[in-house]
């Protein structure tokens, strides 16, 4: 079984990394420490805009309280399902297995580790946000787990993974492309059109239906071909502190309006809805 090699992210060195407790580190002599919680942060001063790049502290805690608190369960579930029927679709194909699965904008770790328990799989989870990827080393050491800018490169060599993952997270078609094996499999997680469609009417004033499907597919297409959907799809009667976290970690948008509309709400009914969508390779493509 081939272990995904990590490449070295420094401009013009694209070495291997070889990575050890003490961290990372390349022929030329490129090093990057291991946190004390566990990960390696791989960014360069290109890959970021901000000082704190990637979801914030508060948002990280956010998510992961709406993720103790049980409130993906059925995402989880649905995904675990998608995950199993990749496997199914990979027995006999040039990938006959699922041993290396990637998380690509990965936050505390959740659905990676879950994917990883479930399947006997190697896990390597990165994420821009030095918070979400710290919250995962600790509680999920493991699974490898580094910070990167994935709009950017992802530092992995050619074809290395049965499967990837974006989980409402970021998408680089042409990266996915090359870090997949052939005969691998993408699962773009996105959020359906009545996701908290009642509690966003309510705090931002309007429920866009915004159909995350199509864009989701064009993104992809000429590189990836859909192969299968899935609808994780729960209701929900939340109190405030849920209702909060759960607007916090998901809509960018709404991290910046008032709270007064939410200090109105005592508890409401939500619907939390996700379509999960499953690619291979498009005919034809390969990773070169
Ligand atoms: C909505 S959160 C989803 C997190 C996780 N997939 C989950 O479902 O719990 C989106 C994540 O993408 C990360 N992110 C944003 N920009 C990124 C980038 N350029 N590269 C890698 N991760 C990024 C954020 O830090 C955040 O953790």
Redesign the pocket.
């Known amino acids: 079984m081939l272990t995904p090699s990590l490449i070295c992210p420094v401009r013009n060195c694209a070495c291997r990394l070889e990575l050890g407790p003490w961290g990372a580190r390349c022929e030329r002599g490129h090093c990057f420490d291991r946190a004390r919680s566990g990960y390696v942060n791989l960014l360069q001063p290109q890959d970021r805009r901000s000082s704190t790049?990637?979801?914030s502290r508060a948002a990280?805690r956010a998510?992961q309280r709406v993720?103790d608190g049980g409130l993906a369960s059925v995402l989880r579930r649905v995904l675990l399902q998608a995950v199993g029927d990749c496997r199914g679709k990979m027995a006999g194909s040039e990938v006959s297995g699922l041993s290396s699965v990637l998380?690509?904008?990965?936050?505390?770790g959740?659905?990676l580790a879950a994917v990883c328990r479930e399947f006997a799989a190697e896990g390597w989870g990165?994420?821009?946000?030095s918070a979400?990827v710290d919250a995962a080393a600790r509680r999920y050491p493991d699974c490898r787990w580094l910070v990167?800018?994935?709009?950017r490169s992802l530092p992995f060599a050619d074809a290395g993974f049965d499967l990837l993952l974006t989980?409402?997270?970021?998408k680089n078609p042409a990266e996915f492309r090359r870090v997949l094996r052939p005969g691998g499999r993408l699962i773009a997680?996105v959020s359906g059109e009545e996701d908290l469609a009642e509690l966003r009417e309510r705090i931002l004033g309007e429920a866009l239906a915004v159909d995350r499907v199509a864009g989701t597919v064009e993104l992809f297409r000429g590189m990836f071909d859909l192969e299968n959907e899935y609808l994780a799809r729960d209701r929900l009667f939340l109190e405030r502190p849920a209702l909060a976290d759960l607007l916090i970690?998901?809509y960018r948008g709404a991290r910046r309006r008032p709270q007064e509309k939410l200090a109105r709400i005592d508890a409401m009914e939500v619907t939390l809805s996700h379509r999960l969508l499953m690619f291979r390779l498009a005919e034809g493509t390969t990773y070169k």
């Open positions: 790049p990637g979801d990280v998510r993720l998380d690509v904008g990965c936050g505390c959740y659905f990165v994420d821009l946000s979400a990167v800018n994935a709009d989980i409402t997270s970021r997680v970690s998901s």
